[in-house]
């Protein structure tokens, strides 16, 4: 079970925005479309679950709100500290949308 | 009994003396006994014109007649000199003065609020600590709770485990339990007031989410709070003396589970003097002093844990009944549900036995004692 999480993030706007334009075009059927999302949710799924080694560690100075429902967790945090090795992104405000499944989480 | 100490030359006041209590009459001047005797008297007809203020003023304030009681005479009005001298020894004392306290029973309050009394003596009083609060509310609709977990900040819906919303507010730091039939529970507050509060803003939460929302039949189910009488317990001799009440299983818990009949409350003691009370009664405050009462010529020592708040007198009542004092101490203070000040014996602290423990207990100096 593959989540449509992934579509809503830089790479998966992209590709719907590539897609609808060759659908446009009359490139492309909109079915062939919609399978090519759901390959591109496979493999994101896949790639992220195997592929990714890297490890980033975040601290925010308040959770504003959080919620669960439908398996799903969402966190809004504000001043947020990413840290890796040696860098430092700081961010106002964070918003955290995960999902169960695998013990993967995605974030927006 | 090795020495006997000379009897004191003068008279503490506030403090009556025994008639015909001490197997050491027989060591007294005869004067001297005679001017004691004459004091007594008097002191008596004081104590029971007190002894109705009191119970008065018991009545009107509410609870808090501890303090009320620290100006009067340990005797009760049965202690007449006939009585005395038929009463069994002194060393048994603790028991008899439980039963006294007993027989004195003072009149149930009327109402009204029932505020602390700071004590008249400077005895630490140790007051427990509200730590949680558990209230149910009656939203009286039926709840959509897929909706409110969506729409509701701070709120969790795992239908899996468990059929309510887990929702949160941060001022009352509470926890609300929010179920589909619209009952609601409330936790987490330090105060009865708070989870009213706290409830409320709940109720207001569901009422803006769309739902008619209702405020009905607030209760508070349970209150916790914890307190530390600053001295060690002996959990082995209080569940030998108060079988019937506690539970001790050092194996399962290492606290004694000391189940209150009157009023329904439930106490985990521990050994270290740390005391925590859970029960359905407005159990606020719980006043510990330490009673020494100073007889004349002699001195007792029992404990008794002492509530200020009306129902929880029982508490004393059965602490005091149950405790064993110890013979073999150089001196026992007899304790009663009088203030003494404590002071300083000399540089020689003394030791009795409270609850089985050691309690180091502070003597006036130049005050002599009768060592049995």
């Given at each position: 079970?593959t989540y449509q999480l992934y579509r809503n993030t830089t790479l998966g706007n992209t590709l719907q925005e590539t897609l609808d334009e060759l659908i446009?075009?009359?490139?492309i059927s909109p079915s062939a479309a919609l399978k090519v999302l759901l390959q591109f949710d496979r493999a994101i799924n896949?790639?992220?679950?195997?592929?990714?080694?890297?490890?980033?560690?975040?601290?925010?100075?308040?959770?504003?709100?959080?919620?669960?429902?439908?398996?799903?967790?969402?966190?809004?945090?504000?001043?947020?500290?990413?840290?890796?090795?040696?860098?430092?992104?700081?961010?106002?405000?964070?918003?955290?949308?995960?999902?169960?499944?695998?013990?993967?989480?995605?974030?927006? | 009994?090795?020495?006997?100490?000379?009897?004191?030359?003068?008279?503490?006041?506030?403090?009556?003396?025994?008639?015909?209590?001490?197997?050491?009459?027989?060591?007294?001047?005869?004067?001297?006994?005679?001017?004691?005797?004459?004091?007594?008297?008097?002191?008596?007809?004081?104590?029971?014109?007190?002894?109705?203020?009191?119970?008065?003023?018991?009545?009107?304030?509410?609870?808090?007649?501890?303090?009320?009681?620290?100006?009067?005479?340990?005797?009760?009005?049965?202690?007449?000199?006939?009585?005395?001298?038929?009463?069994?020894?002194?060393?048994?004392?603790?028991?008899?003065?439980?039963?006294?306290?007993?027989?004195?029973?003072?009149?149930?309050?009327?109402?009204?609020?029932?505020?602390?009394?700071?004590?008249?003596?400077?005895?630490?009083?140790?007051?427990?600590?509200?730590?949680?609060?558990?209230?149910?509310?009656?939203?009286?609709?039926?709840?959509?709770?897929?909706?409110?977990?969506?729409?509701?900040?701070?709120?969790?819906?795992?239908?899996?485990?468990?059929?309510?919303?887990?929702?949160?507010?941060?001022?009352?730091?509470?926890?609300?339990?929010?179920?589909?039939?619209?009952?609601?529970?409330?936790?987490?507050?330090?105060?009865?007031?708070?989870?009213?509060?706290?409830?409320?803003?709940?109720?207001?939460?569901?009422?803006?989410?769309?739902?008619?929302?209702?405020?009905?039949?607030?209760?508070?189910?349970?209150?916790?709070?914890?307190?530390?009488?600053?001295?060690?317990?002996?959990?082995?001799?209080?569940?030998?003396?108060?079988?019937?009440?506690?539970?001790?299983?050092?194996?399962?818990?290492?606290?004694?589970?000391?189940?209150?009949?009157?009023?329904?409350?439930?106490?985990?003691?521990?050994?270290?003097?740390?005391?925590?009370?859970?029960?359905?009664?407005?159990?606020?405050?719980?006043?510990?002093?330490?009673?020494?009462?100073?007889?004349?010529?002699?001195?007792?020592?029992?404990?008794?844990?002492?509530?200020?708040?009306?129902?929880?007198?029982?508490?004393?009542?059965?602490?005091?009944?149950?405790?064993?004092?110890?013979?073999?101490?150089?001196?026992?203070?007899?304790?009663?549900?009088?203030?003494?000040?404590?002071?300083?014996?000399?540089?020689?602290?003394?030791?009795?036995?409270?609850?089985?423990?050691?309690?180091?207990?502070?003597?006036?100096?130049?005050?002599?004692?009768?060592?049995?």
């Amino acid at each position: 079970m593959t989540y449509q999480l992934y579509r809503n993030t830089t790479l998966g706007n992209t590709l719907q925005e590539t897609l609808d334009e060759l659908i446009q075009f009359q490139q492309i059927s909109p079915s062939a479309a919609l399978k090519v999302l759901l390959q591109f949710d496979r493999a994101i799924n896949t790639a992220l679950a195997s592929k990714v080694r890297s490890r980033i560690s975040f601290k925010a100075n308040k959770l504003n709100t959080y919620r669960f429902c439908d398996n799903v967790w969402t966190f809004l945090m504000s001043d947020v500290e990413f840290k890796e090795v040696q860098e430092f992104v700081q961010v106002d405000k964070l918003k955290i949308v995960a999902c169960d499944g695998r013990g993967e989480c995605g974030a927006v | 009994m090795d020495q006997l100490l000379p009897s004191p030359g003068f008279s503490i006041p506030s403090i009556g003396t025994p008639l015909g209590l001490s197997g050491e009459e027989e060591m007294i001047l005869p004067s001297a006994q005679q001017k004691q005797q004459q004091q007594s008297i008097q002191e008596q007809q004081q104590q029971s014109l007190q002894q109705q203020q009191a119970c008065r003023y018991y009545s009107s304030k509410g609870h808090s007649w501890v303090s009320s009681m620290a100006a009067v005479s340990p005797h009760t009005p049965c202690c007449s000199p006939t009585h005395l001298a038929s009463c069994p020894r002194p060393w048994v004392g603790a028991r008899r003065w439980a039963c006294l306290a007993r027989r004195w029973v003072p009149p149930t309050p009327v109402g009204g609020p029932m505020t602390p009394m700071t004590p008249h003596s400077n005895d630490p009083g140790i007051v427990p600590q509200l730590q949680n609060i558990v209230s149910t509310v009656n939203l009286n609709c039926k709840l959509d709770l897929k909706k409110i977990a969506l729409h509701a900040r701070n709120a969790e819906y795992n239908p899996k485990r468990f059929a309510a919303v887990i929702m949160r507010i941060r001022e009352p730091r509470t926890t609300a339990l929010i179920f589909s039939s619209g009952k609601m529970v409330c936790t987490g507050a330090k105060s009865e007031d708070d989870s009213r509060l706290a409830a409320r803003k709940y109720a207001r939460i569901v009422q803006k989410l769309g739902f008619p929302a209702k405020f009905m039949e607030f209760k508070i189910q349970n209150m916790v709070g914890s307190c530390d009488v600053k001295f060690p317990i002996r959990l082995e001799g209080l569940v030998l003396t108060h079988s019937q009440f506690s539970s001790y299983e050092p194996e399962l818990f290492p606290g004694l589970i000391y189940r209150m009949v009157k009023p329904r409350i439930v106490l985990l003691i521990f050994v270290s003097g740390k005391v925590v009370l859970t029960g359905k009664t407005v159990v606020c405050v719980l006043y510990l002093f330490f009673f020494f009462f100073f007889y004349k010529y002699r001195a007792y020592s029992v404990c008794g844990l002492f509530c200020s708040f009306l129902r929880l007198r029982w508490l004393a009542l059965h602490i005091l009944e149950g405790c064993d004092v110890g013979r073999s101490r150089p001196l026992v203070a007899q304790a009663g549900f009088f203030i003494v000040t404590p002071v300083v014996l000399g540089e020689d602290p003394v030791f009795c036995d409270v609850f089985g423990s050691s309690v180091r207990l502070m003597l006036p100096p130049g005050v002599p004692l009768l060592h049995l």
